[in-house]
T-cell receptor, first 114, second 111 residues
Framework: GAVVSQHPSWVICKSGTSVKIECRSL??????MFWYRQFPKQSLMLMAT?????????EQGVEKDKFLINHASLTLSTLTVTSAHPEDSSFYIC??????????FGPGTRLTVL | TQLLEQSPQFLSIQEGENLTVYCNSS?????LQWYRQEPGEGPVLLVT?????EVKKLKRLTFQFGDARKDSSLHITAAQPGDTGLYLC???????????FGKGTKLTVNP
C-alpha cells in the first residue's frame, strides 16, 4: 500500500514554456501533499505544502507565481512550472502524507529546460 | 528552524562489513523517519520511530530513536551491494506535517 505515482517521469522543454507535473496517491487519500526539489548529490528541498481544496503554502524563497500548485482532489496534486528557464532544471519529487504523518514519495520527475 | 545533521556524509565499505549512520539534532522531534533513495528515483520509506528509546529491526537494519527524541541511528549488519544508496533521515515537527530532512549519507557497498 501507500503508492504514489508521478507523471511524467522525465520531460524536456524549451525555455519559456510551461510544464505540468502530476502527483497521484494510488491506494489512499492524502489530505496533504508536498513538493520537493532535489539538486544532484543533495538532499530534498521542500518547495510547498499542498492541501486539498485550499491554497498551497510555499516555503521561503519559492516563487508561488512560478511554481503553481493545484490540489483538486484527495488523490491528485499538480505542479506547473511556468515560463521555465534552464535554472529550473532539476529533479522534482512529490510526497503524500497518511493519517500517521508518514510521507510516501513518488518516483520523481526529471525536468530539463533547454 | 530545526536541523538534522547526518554523518557520515559518504561511506564506502566492503560487502559483509557493518556500519552505522547517525542523525543528530539539538531539537526534539515528534517522529523520525529513515528513507533510502536510489539515483533517479524517489525516496522509499524504511521505518518510522516515534517513541524515545524505540528500537526497530528490519532484517539486517536496526533503527534506534534516542531517549530524548533528538537523535537516531541506523545500523546495517553484513552490508550487501544491494544496500547501496542514499540514506536520508527526516524528523517530524510537532504540530506540523512537514518533515525536516538531513543531508543524507551516500553508502556504497563494494562486492
Amino acid at each position: 500500500g501507500a503508492v504514489v505515482s508521478q507523471h511524467p517521469s522525465w520531460v524536456i522543454c524549451k525555455s519559456g514554456t510551461s510544464v505540468k507535473i502530476e502527483c497521484r496517491s494510488l491506494d489512499f487519500q492524502a489530505t496533504t501533499m508536498f513538493w520537493y526539489r532535489q539538486f544532484p548529490k543533495q538532499s530534498l528541498m521542500l518547495m510547498a505544502t499542498s492541501n486539498e481544496g485550499s491554497k498551497a503554502t510555499y516555503e521561503q524563497g519559492v516563487e508561488k507565481d512560478k511554481f503553481l500548485i493545484n490540489h483538486a482532489s484527495l488523490t491528485l496534486s499538480t505542479l506547473t512550472v511556468t515560463s521555465a528557464h534552464p535554472e529550473d532544471s532539476s529533479f522534482y519529487i512529490c510526497s503524500a502524507s497518511t493519517d500517521y504523518n508518514e510521507q510516501f514519495f513518488g518516483p520523481g520527475t526529471r525536468l530539463t529546460v533547454l | 528552524t530545526q536541523l538534522l545533521e547526518q554523518s557520515p556524509q559518504f561511506l564506502s565499505i566492503q560487502e559483509g562489513e557493518n556500519l552505522t549512520v547517525y542523525c543528530n539534532s539539538s531539537s526534539v522531534f515528534s517522529s523520525l523517519q529513515w528513507y533510502r533513495q536510489e539515483p533517479g528515483e524517489g525516496p522509499v520509506l524504511l521505518v518510522t520511530v516515534v517513541t524515545g528509546g524505540e528500537v526497530k529491526k528490519l532484517k539486517r537494519l536496526t533503527f534506534q530513536f534516542g531517549d530524548a527524541r533528538k537523535d537516531s541511528s541506523l545500523h546495517i549488519t553484513a552490508a550487501q551491494p544491494g544496500d547501496t544508496g542514499l540514506y536520508l533521515c527526516a524528523g517530524g515537527e510537532g504540530g506540523s506535517e512537514k518533515l525536516v530532512f538531513g543531508k543524507g549519507t551516500k553508502l556504497t557497498v563494494n562486492p
